[in-house]
């Protein structure tokens, strides 16, 4: 059949989505939230907004904002009450029982006003996911002389009928909570959750008869308290609402976050916190407003990854919440404001190291470990703290400064673990030691050195034992090494001839760092402790090492010990073997801080006894 009498396709049957209202009404309010305490915050946020409303429509009207929260434990209810714009009964219909439909967004389209909260039409229905049973008294500002009466089950369906208007102008809003959120139904508990949600919220907030609101706590950043006081005041008001608003820790210290024109709106404040934090310790805490109402108390990913011992509270307008307005949508606004927080915690870290020195000295003992991994991710920060955070070292902790001062220019790191023979000696030489193997420690000091233009020394490493270990004047003879070998190594050590200070130490035995390493990722045990693309960079990293030598023994040529054990080796003396035994002994008893077996120390003990008999017996074999 040709194309042309083809005949045409049927027209498309085009059907409406079916919604099953009350399996809708069930699941947002049941599962939208995380928490049943959401259903306060979202209705305390509608009379919040009810007030602005009122003000946008009647900007000469005889406004008196206050919430009021009211509970019975009795008969298991609580009621929110509010003095703004109050609903009509068409108004009833269209936005408080239908369902995504909000007066607030319709609002704040035709107005542009950035006071206005809500958003998504849903916060009513949270009160369904407490409550059996909902009611809802209202007389609006546009018609004082009747109110209506609003009262639903479950929110699938509900009644209005006309009551005798109120007082004033507003709405009253009760839950007959379910049984098991009568908790809810608790002053004190209604005080704790309020002054979270309600603390930024320009309305008073009052819960009973208290005669103070619950966010009464003065608000540094608001009502030109930052640029109308001194900045002793102005700190003194900082740490007042920090000490007031942080759970967990006290605060060291705080700063302010502001504006950044074309970057973001967002205003609040950052504090360092007490609380200890280590390389692998989170404790950032940052609370989001949105308009002066609590959105998420988690939003730590807003700040950097390295800042685990900051807290804070910001509020912003251009941030856009998800449905629920527990979280935060990763927008643009959201990634410029993690961006302008980083440099709010850099230049409040640089704004307490210049204007409150004793206070700066606090955090650097609380916190340099963590600073330590801080500096490396901030140029800006690196600088400030160079010279000033703690380095943990062999003569405790000090800064960059001090252990280029005390090694003559140079900066000494250890590469392994505290214990070492490196660090034995440079205890003899009174030169302190980086510890290498804590957080961050050998990073910043490999940039402390390039940036200060000094020479960085890496015990355990190779570069490190060339600097410390010279060649000797002349090497060893064949003969003399193979005896020495045999006489001082045990398995898995090799000799090296050399010369170091002091003099007075005879020996040295550096473990090999790689051979470590490779013994511990061969281990059997291996793949259960350390995950699969870890081991294998770190088996790509050791694979240029047959494992075989495990240390080496450092001989000290400039000792007078080993020259005298030397000489007498030549001549044939009989004591020469039983002085090379005092010296292997001497290297396991050095080596026991570090984990040498036990059955060795004990020979080597039995060794030093033996010795010293046979030295010191009659006619004995005296040097």
Not at 395 to 423: D, K, N, W
Request: hydrophobic share 40%; net charge negative.
């Amino acid at each position: 059949m040709s194309e042309e009498h083809r005949p045409a396709p049927p027209p498309e049957q085009l059907r409406t989505t079916e919604v099953d209202l009350g399996g809708l009404v069930g699941v947002l309010a049941n599962h939208l939230y995380s928490t049943p305490l959401v259903a306060l915050r979202e209705l305390v946020q509608n009379a919040h907004d009810s007030h602005t409303r009122r003000r946008l429509e009647d900007p000469d009207g005889d406004l008196d904002p206050v919430i009021r929260v009211h509970v019975d434990p009795a008969r298991r209810t609580v009621a929110i009450e509010d003095s703004g714009a109050g609903l009509t009964e068409p108004e009833i219909h269209a936005y408080l029982a239908t369902v995504g439909t909000g007066y607030t967004r319709m609002l704040r389209e035709l107005t542009d006003s950035q006071d206005l909260i809500g958003a998504f039409g849903l916060g009513f229905l949270s009160a369904f996911s407490v409550a059996d049973e909902v009611a809802v008294t209202t007389t609006s500002h546009r018609g004082r002389t009747v109110g209506h009466r609003y009262r639903s089950r479950g929110g699938e369906q509900y009644s209005v009928e006309p009551t005798a208007p109120r007082a004033t102008p507003g709405t009253l809003v009760e839950l007959l909570l379910k049984p098991e959120h009568a908790q809810l139904a608790d002053e004190s508990t209604l005080r704790e959750v309020l002054a979270r949600y309600c603390v930024l919220l320009p309305v008073p907030v009052y819960v009973g008869s208290d005669e103070s609101p619950v966010n009464a706590v003065a608000v540094p950043w608001r009502q030109g308290l930052e640029a109308a006081r001194p900045e002793p005041a102005e700190q003194a008001a900082r740490m007042r609402f920090a000490s007031a608003f942080g759970r967990r820790f006290e605060p060291l210290t705080a700063f302010p976050v502001t504006p950044v024109e074309g970057r973001t709106d967002a205003v609040g404040l950052l504090w360092v916190q007490d609380g200890a934090t280590f390389g692998s310790t989170d404790n950032r805490e940052l609370a989001v407003y949105l308009r002066g109402m609590l959105l998420t108390e988690d939003a730590r990913d807003l700040l950097p990854t390295w800042a685990g011992f900051i807290g804070g509270v910001i509020e912003s307008s251009r941030l856009t919440p998800t449905a629920s307005r527990e979280d935060l949508q990763r927008d643009e606004h959201y990634q410029e404001l993690k961006r302008a927080l980083a440099d709010a915690v850099v230049d409040g870290l640089y704004e307490t190291a210049r204007l409150r020195p004793t206070v700066w000295r606090r955090v650097l003992a609380r916190h340099g470990q963590e600073l330590l991994g801080a500096a490396l991710c901030d140029e800006r920060l690196f600088s400030l703290l160079a010279d000033d955070v703690p380095v943990p070292s062999s003569q405790g902790e000090l800064t960059a400064g001090a252990l280029r001062a005390a090694g003559s220019g140079t900066v000494h790191v250890a590469l392994g673990g505290e214990g070492g023979f490196e660090e034995m000696l440079y205890r003899a030489m009174q030169v302190p030691i980086a510890r290498g193997d804590r957080y961050a420690v050998l990073p910043f000091l490999r940039r402390y050195a390039q940036l200060r233009g000094c020479r960085l020394v890496e015990l355990g490493g190779e570069s490190g034992s060339e600097a410390l270990f010279r060649e000797p004047e002349r090497p060893l003879p064949e003969e003399e090494e193979a005896w020495l070998s045999a006489a001082l190594t045990g398995e898995g050590e090799r000799l090296v001839a050399a010369r170091f200070d002091p003099p007075g130490l005879p020996l040295v035995l550096v473990p090999d760092r790689e051979a470590q390493l490779k013994a511990r990722i061969e281990d059997d045990r291996a793949p259960a402790r350390i995950p699969s693309a870890a081991l294998r960079l770190a088996r790509s990293f050791t694979a240029r090492t047959d494992g075989a030598v495990r240390a080496r023994l450092y001989l000290n040529l400039a000792a007078p010990a080993v020259q005298q054990l030397l000489a007498a080796y030549r001549t044939g003396h009989t004591g020469s073997a039983t002085a090379a035994g005092l010296l292997r002994s001497l290297k396991v008893i050095m080596t026991a801080g570090a984990g040498a077996d036990s059955g060795e120390l004990t020979a080597a003990l039995a060794g030093i006894g033996t010795a010293v008999a046979a030295l010191t017996a009659p006619g004995g074999e005296s040097l």
